[in-house]
């Protein structure tokens, strides 16, 4: 069953409020989760250097007057327009802020883009993440990136190559089967369908209670630090049979950097917007 949560106009999900939840930031590229995924369809051809991701981080308004990581009102997908960077980095150079928010809004100029669907069911698809392609591939020095998204309306995980150099997108790839890492939007959505599940909320604020003293568990509770992690169904699993197809994830909530209230017995089928007992 469903439990839509209601946001306030303007809200930005990728950051929590003032006195919510922290989200961790181990942020390691979820390249490494599409590699390592058994059977995944889609194969990209991607680096596994340092990458930007969507998260909760307040952007240099001196550098980036729009936020490269940003999912929200003042993502780059969103811009009317956006200029090419003053100078563009060598093939082997790490990312830049500006060359990021570059290519995400030249892809939102697509229709491989617009033709999706975003976590919030939006026109567009969602962003995970970006990071620099292999030179090694071609042999012209130019600037590239991979642009990985995710199509909720086909739960579709789709690639673009962006070549900085030129402005062109030079090819795009859909495949289903593989699940990077959650971002923080994700996971911050995910923390938000638990708390509105009548038999998750009740579990965990009870736990909550226990180690806080009575505290009640609500979006804002600031001694809660959320981080989780893509769930994909195995021979061991039962009742989320169709995660690893459909995007799902389980949050991990630590209490004051402290014990962990027990959230494995959930996975959020954030293609659904579902809470499903596991075991």
């Known amino acids: 069953m469903k439990h839509p949560v209601q946001r306030p106009p303007g809200s930005d999900a990728t950051e929590p409020a003032e006195a919510g939840p922290r989200l961790r930031k181990s942020r390691v590229l979820g390249i490494a989760s599409i590699a390592a995924s058994a059977g995944a369809v889609i194969v990209l051809a991607v680096a596994t250097q340092v990458a930007v991701q969507a998260t909760s981080e307040e952007p240099?308004?001196?550098s980036a007057p729009i936020a490269?990581?940003?999912?929200?009102e003042n993502a780059p997908e969103k811009a009317e327009t956006l200029a090419p960077p003053a100078e563009i980095p060598a093939a082997y150079d790490q990312l830049a802020g500006d060359e990021v928010a570059y290519v995400r809004f030249l892809v939102s100029q697509s229709a491989d883009f617009t033709a999706g669907s975003d976590l919030f069911g939006g026109t567009g698809l969602q962003y995970l993440?970006?990071?620099?392609?292999d030179p090694s591939f071609h042999s012209d020095g130019q600037r590239r990136l991979t642009l990985l998204y995710y199509d909720y309306a086909s739960n579709e995980l789709v690639?673009?190559?962006?070549?900085?150099t030129s402005g062109a997108i030079e090819e795009v790839?859909?495949?289903?089967?593989?699940?990077?890492?959650?971002?923080?939007?994700e996971t911050l959505y995910a923390w938000e369908l638990l708390l509105a599940d009548p038999a998750a909320s009740a579990e965990l604020g009870t736990e909550f209670a226990s180690y806080t003293g009575g505290a009640a568990l609500t979006r804002d509770a600031a001694s809660v630090e959320l981080s989780a992690h893509s769930f994909t169904t195995d021979a061991a699993s039962f009742g989320a049979e169709s995660c690893g197809i459909e995007r799902c994830v389980q949050v991990l909530a630590q209490v004051?950097?402290?014990?962990?209230?027990t959230t494995s017995t959930y996975v959020v089928n954030l293609s659904t917007q579902t809470?499903?007992?596991v075991s």
Do not use: K
């Open 275 to 277: 809470v499903l007992p």
């Open 173 to 185: 790839q859909r495949g289903t089967g593989s699940q990077p890492a959650p971002t923080d939007a």
């Open 159 to 164: 690639s673009f190559l962006v070549n900085v």
């Open 129 to 133: 993440s970006t990071d620099v392609a």
């Open 256 to 261: 004051d950097g402290g014990p962990y209230l």
């Open 60 to 62: 240099d308004a001196a």
């Open 68 to 72: 490269a990581e940003s999912t929200d």
